[in-house]
C-alpha cells in the first residue's frame, strides 16, 4: 500500500513551537514500519506541519496481532523527511 495522507492525523499539537516542544501524531496503513520509515515515505510531512522530533506513532492494522511503533522526526533535506527506525510500543488485537 503506498502513502495515504488522509491516514496521517495530529494527535497533540505543539501549541507554541518553542525549542524541546513536539507534537504527537499517528498514522493508520497496511504497510509495515520498516516501509514507513524510509526516507521521503510521508511525502507531504512539511504541508502537514510535522516537525524534527514530532512523534509519529504507525499502526500497521493489518499485521496479526497489530502493531504499533513509535517513530521519531529526524530531519529534513529539502521536502523529505527521515523519520527513526520504529520502536515497538504495543503488540495486541483490537479489543484486548
Request: proline share 3%; charged share 15%; no cysteine.
Amino acid at each position: 500500500m503506498a502513502y495515504s495522507s488522509a491516514n496521517l492525523n495530529l494527535i497533540t499539537p505543539s501549541f507554541t513551537n518553542n525549542t524541546g516542544e513536539i507534537g504527537v501524531w499517528s498514522y493508520y496503513s497496511t504497510d509495515a514500519a520498516t516501509a514507513v520509515d524510509v526516507p521521503g515515505y510521508i511525502s507531504d510531512a512539511k504541508e502537514k506541519g510535522i516537525k524534527v522530533n514530532d512523534l509519529i506513532y504507525v499502526v500497521d492494522s493489518d499485521a496479526s496481532p497489530v502493531i504499533v511503533t513509535l517513530h521519531r522526526a529526524i530531519s529534513y533535506s529539502g521536502d523529505t523527511l527521515t523519520i527513526s527506525t520504529g520502536d515497538t510500543a504495543v503488540t495486541g488485537t483490537a479489543g484486548s
